[in-house]
Structures are given as structure tokens and as C-alpha cells.
Nanobody, 117 residues
Framework: QVNIVESGGGLAQPGGSLRLSCVASGRRFYTYALGWYRQAPGHERELVARVHGAGTTEYGSSVKGRFTVSRDMAKNTVSLQMDNLQPEDTAVYFC???????????WGQGTQVTVSS
């Protein structure tokens, strides 16, 4: 069984920063991609950023240059540093553990990020 625990999130002002963290457990995730997606009301879930098993990173176009994803392979953690937050970053952020195509795809419960003055 894969367990995913997210932390962080909350309220930030425009231009501010927040940090999200996620810990996965239940198996070895060396070949998995770990990262973050988000979903705003009325919108589809979209990729924010993720780190592949080989260490390469992938970012959504709207967050490039503002968000930084990092991963600790030994601790099975993935973090998202969000800087220069904007109101359009307001969404529920989900940690994702993706072993496709050889293994399962798993989601955290989501954490709310609200950017407002």
C-alpha cells in the first residue's frame, strides 16, 4: 500500500512564498516520478512540477521561473518551493507518485493554496 502525506500550503499574499512537502511510503520509488499537480475551481487538474526517477525535472509553463521542485530519493520526499505567488496560483495542490507504465499512479489528499491580498 502506498501512503502519501502532504504538508504546507495555506494563505499567501501576491508576491509571497509558500513551501509544500510530500512524503511517500510503502515501496521503493526510485523509478517513479514524484511531483505536484493542482486543480482550481472549474479547471482541470494540471501539472505544476515533477522530478523523474532519473532526476530530470518537468514544469508547467505557468510556473517556470517561480517554482522549484526538489526530491530526496533516500527519504522519498518531494518539495515544492513557490515564490512570487500570484492569485492565479490559488488551487488545491496534489502530491503525485507516478510509476507508469510499469506501476501504479497515486495521489495525495490535496492541500489548499490561496493567494490573496
Amino acid at each position: 500500500q502506498v501512503n502519501i502525506v502532504e504538508s504546507g500550503g495555506g494563505l499567501a499574499q501576491p508576491g509571497g512564498s509558500l513551501r509544500l512537502s510530500c512524503v511517500a511510503s510503502g515501496r521503493r520509488f526510485y523509478t517513479y516520478a514524484l511531483g505536484w499537480y493542482r486543480q482550481a475551481p472549474g479547471h482541470e487538474r494540471e501539472l505544476v512540477a515533477r522530478v523523474h526517477g532519473a532526476g530530470t525535472t518537468e514544469y508547467g509553463s505557468s510556473v517556470k521561473g517561480r517554482f522549484t521542485v526538489s526530491r530526496d530519493m533516500a527519504k522519498n520526499t518531494v518539495s515544492l518551493q513557490m515564490d512570487n505567488l500570484q492569485p492565479e496560483d490559488t488551487a488545491v495542490y496534489f502530491c503525485n507518485v507516478d510509476g507508469s507504465p510499469w506501476a501504479g499512479n497515486y495521489w495525495g489528499q490535496g492541500t489548499q493554496v490561496t493567494v490573496s491580498s
